[in-house]
C-alpha cells in the first residue's frame, strides 16, 4: 500500500508553512495603507541610483512606470501579495505559488520594496528578500501544502477530479477578482487622499518640471532655522520624498531649468545657512538622481540669479543674481555642453537681482520681468530673441517687483507672475504685448521666495512655499492655479 503522503511532512514544515502565510498575510495588510504608493517609486529610485548597470536602468524604467500610475501599480502589488498569503494559509496551489513567488521575493530584495514595517522614507525591506526566498525554497522543497490544506477536504478518489478541478478554477477566478478590486481600490483610495508627507515650509526652493518622468521636481529651500537638502517629487495629486542628501548641499535661492538637450534639470548657485552663506558657484544636474556636473568658465557664486531655457536657439540663459553681501551682479550667461560663456549683448538689463525669468510661447521669447538693482526693485519687462535683449513697453504692468515668481502657463500657453507685497498678491498673465490682471477668489498668501513651474499634465502651475511675511514666517502650502484661479492642494 502506498504510504500517505501528507503524513510524511513533519509537523515543523507545516508550522513553518502557517506562520509564513501569516507573515506574508501581514506584509500585505501593510501593502495596503493609504501612503504606500507615495514612497514606491522613490525606494526604487533610490536603489536605481547606487545600483550597477544594466540593473540601474532597469530599476529606473519600472520606477518610470509606476511613477505614472502609482495607484495602479500598488494596488497590484498589494493584492498579489494578498493572493500569495491565502494561498500559503490553505494550501491553496501553494506548490506552483511558492515556485512563481521565487522571482517576486528575488525583486525584493532588490528593488527593496517589501513590506514588514509601516511605509515611510527609510522603513523599506531591502534585505528581507533573501530570507524569504530562502524560506520560499525550502516550503517548495518539503512540499508542506500537502498536509493541513484545503486539498484535504477533498478526498484523494479519482472519481472526485472534477470537484477539485472545479475547486481550482474557482480559486483562481476569486484571485482574478481580488487583483481587480484591489487595483480599483488602491486607484479609489488616491483619488480620496492626495497624500500623507509634504515638503518642509521654506522658501526659495528650486521648482522644475521634469517631462521624463512627468513630475516636479523640488529642491532645497530655506527657513529663519535651516536650509534643506531634500527632493521631492509632485505628481499631480500628492508630494512623495525622493532623497535626503543624495546631491546639492542644503541650500536655498539656486537658480534652475529643465534643459531638453540633456534631458536633465539643471541647478547653479544658492547659498546655505538660511541663504546667507556662501554664494556657490557649482553646476548640478537631475535626471532621477542628482549629480554635480563638471563645467569650465562658470559664473561667480551667486543666489537669486534669472534662469530660462531659449528652445528655438537651444540655449539655457543666466542673468544677473547677487553675491553673498547681497550686490546685484550683472551679466547674461549661456550654458553650452559643458562649458558657461559671458554673452556680449546690449542693450541688457544691467547689474540686478532677483528678477523672474520663462519662455513665452506666443512671442517666441524668453521674457524676464522685474528684479532689483542699487537704487531699488525695477518694473522692466525685458524680451530675448536669441542674441539681443529688448526692453518692452507694455500699457499695464505688475509694478516694480523683486523675489517673484514668473513661470510657463501650459494649459494656454501663456506666461503666469505671482507677486507677493504684503497683502496685495495679485496674479498677472503675460498676453504676448501686454500683462493683464487675472482675479481669483483665493491667492497664496506668501509676500516672497515661492516657487512656481508647470504643473504635471498641462494642468496648469504649480506653486510651493514662500515667505509669509518679511522673513519671519515661511509656507508649506501647494497651490494651483488653472482658469478657475488659486486653488489650494492638501
Wanted: charged share 10%.
Amino acid at each position: 500500500m502506498e504510504p500517505d503522503r501528507r503524513r510524511m511532512v513533519p509537523a515543523w514544515m507545516v508550522g513553518t508553512r502557517l506562520a509564513f502565510g501569516l507573515l506574508l498575510l501581514a506584509d500585505a495588510v501593510l501593502e495596503w495603507q493609504p501612503g504606500t504608493y507615495q514612497v514606491f517609486d522613490s525606494i526604487i529610485y533610490s536603489n536605481a541610483s547606487v545600483s550597477p548597470e544594466p540593473l540601474r536602468g532597469l530599476l529606473v524604467t519600472v520606477a518610470q512606470l509606476v511613477s505614472h500610475q502609482p495607484a495602479v501599480a500598488n494596488g497590484v502589488v498589494a493584492a498579489m501579495e494578498t493572493i500569495l498569503a491565502v494561498s500559503v494559509l490553505l494550501g491553496l496551489w501553494t506548490g506552483a505559488t511558492l515556485l512563481l513567488s521565487l522571482p517576486w521575493f528575488l525583486g525584493i530584495w532588490i528593488i527593496g520594496q517589501g513590506a514588514g514595517l509601516p511605509f515611510a522614507q527609510g522603513t523599506t525591506d531591502l534585505n528581507s528578500g533573501i530570507p524569504y526566498l530562502l524560506v520560499a525554497t525550502l516550503l517548495w522543497f518539503g512540499r508542506s501544502w500537502e498536509r493541513l490544506s484545503i486539498w484535504e477536504w477533498v478526498h484523494a478518489d479519482i472519481t472526485l477530479l472534477p470537484t477539485r478541478y472545479r475547486s481550482a478554477a474557482l480559486a483562481s477566478g476569486l484571485a482574478l477578482v481580488a487583483l481587480g478590486l484591489g487595483t480599483w481600490g488602491s486607484v479609489a483610495a488616491v483619488e480620496r487622499s492626495p497624500g500623507v508627507a509634504s515638503p518642509p515650509a521654506v522658501g526659495g526652493a528650486a521648482l522644475v518640471f521634469d517631462p521624463q518622468i512627468g513630475a516636479d521636481v523640488l529642491f532645497g529651500g530655506c527657513n529663519s532655522l535651516t536650509c534643506s537638502n531634500q527632493t521631492w517629487l509632485w505628481f499631480g495629486h500628492y508630494w512623495r520624498l525622493q532623497s535626503i542628501g543624495q546631491g546639492p548641499p542644503a541650500l536655498g535661492y539656486a537658480s534652475s531649468v529643465y534643459d531638453p538637450r540633456l534631458s536633465r534639470v539643471v541647478l547653479f548657485g544658492g547659498a546655505g545657512a538660511q541663504g546667507l552663506g556662501a554664494a556657490l558657484d557649482r553646476t548640478w544636474e537631475w535626471g532621477q538622481r542628482w549629480r554635480q556636473a563638471t563645467t569650465t568658465n562658470a559664473p561667480s557664486g551667486r543666489r537669486f540669479a534669472a534662469m530660462g531655457y531659449d528652445p528655438l536657439t537651444h540655449q539655457l540663459l543666466l542673468v544677473g543674481g547677487d553675491d553673498a553681501a547681497g550686490k546685484p551682479l550683472a551679466g547674461t550667461w549661456v550654458l553650452s555642453g559643458r562649458s558657461w560663456r559671458r554673452l556680449t549683448v546690449g542693450p541688457y538689463p544691467g547689474a540686478i537681482t532677483a528678477a523672474a525669468m520663462a519662455w513665452d510661447a506666443r512671442s517666441r521669447t524668453l521674457l524676464l520681468y522685474g528684479g532689483s538693482d542699487e537704487a531699488g526693485r525695477l518694473g522692466g519687462t525685458w524680451s530675448w530673441d536669441g542674441s539681443q535683449w529688448t526692453q518692452l513697453h507694455p500699457s499695464r504692468s505688475p509694478g516694480p517687483l523683486a523675489y517673484e515668481a514668473m513661470t510657463s502657463d501650459p494649459f494656454n500657453g501663456t506666461v503666469l507672475l505671482y507677486a507677493g507685497a504684503g497683502e496685495k498678491q495679485s496674479t498677472w498673465t503675460w498676453t504676448g504685448t501686454d500683462w493683464k490682471p487675472m482675479a481669483s477668489a483665493t491667492s497664496p498668501a506668501v509676500y516672497s521666495f515661492e516657487a512656481m513651474a508647470p504643473a504635471p499634465d498641462g494642468r496648469g502651475v504649480l506653486l510651493f512655499g514662500g515667505a509669509t511675511s518679511r522673513g519671519s514666517g515661511f509656507s508649506a502650502q501647494t497651490w494651483l492655479w488653472s482658469p478657475a484661479g488659486w486653488s489650494r492642494l492638501s
